[in-house]
């Protein structure tokens, strides 16, 4: 029989809860060193966004959700509130800007993943849903072969609220 106190108890689980946390830590840092770097700057854009989100009063709901349709970057609510994150980046580019990607095919792809996240999630039906959208448009051409910060570099912000609706045909 092992006498324990409950002093020592906490001591155990704070050494368990922080090595835990130095384990993800280390895979989160192998697994983004592995990444390109447009896979970077979309992670990098996605906790941009949820930050701006939370700074908001937004409270986050899911990340990543995955449906047969689909993805949705972020799902965040706030009072009687549910709203369904797009988050986009893009480099300098000639092909346009970051809002520009957001085709009619993609919004419909978003819609339906909405739509099943709410039938999964039924305690979500009676909120009222909009669709945003949060693009960073970066200034300059960033190296494809490079592992950046990008938070040290030039970019354009946009949040754009109701992008658009649950009637798109």
């Keep these: 029989v092992e006498y324990v106190s409950s002093d020592s108890k906490l001591v155990v689980y704070e050494f368990a809860?922080?090595?835990?946390?130095c384990i993800y830590i280390n895979i989160k840092r192998i697994h983004f060193q592995n990444m390109t770097?447009?896979?970077?700057?979309?992670?990098?854009a996605e906790a941009q966004a949820e930050k701006i989100l939370r700074d908001a009063g937004y409270s986050l709901i899911h990340s990543n959700y995955h449906s047969r349709y689909g993805e949705i970057d972020l799902i965040v609510s706030r009072d009687l509130e549910l709203v369904f994150?797009?988050?986009?980046?893009?480099?300098?580019?000639r092909h346009g800007s970051a809002i520009e990607v957001?085709?009619?095919?993609?919004?419909?792809?978003?819609?339906?993943?909405?739509?099943?996240?709410?039938?999964?999630?039924?305690?979500?039906?009676?909120?009222?849903?909009?669709f945003d959208v949060i693009c960073f448009d970066f200034t300059q051409q960033i190296a494809k072969n490079l592992q950046q910060d990008f938070s040290k570099l030039a970019y354009d912000q946009q949040w754009i609220e109701n992008a658009f609706t649950l009637n798109v045909d």
């Excluded at 809860?17 to 946390?21: E, S």
């Excluded at 770097?37 to 990098?44: L, N, S």
Aim: proline letters at 0%.
């Design 37 to 44: 770097v447009a896979q970077q700057m979309g992670v990098w």
């Design 85 to 93: 994150v797009e988050v986009k980046s893009r480099n300098k580019t």
């Design 102 to 130: 957001i085709t009619l095919s993609k919004q419909k792809k978003i819609l339906k993943t909405a739509l099943s996240f709410v039938a999964q999630y039924e305690q979500y039906e009676q909120f009222y849903y909009r």
């Design 17 to 21: 809860w922080q090595y835990a946390l």
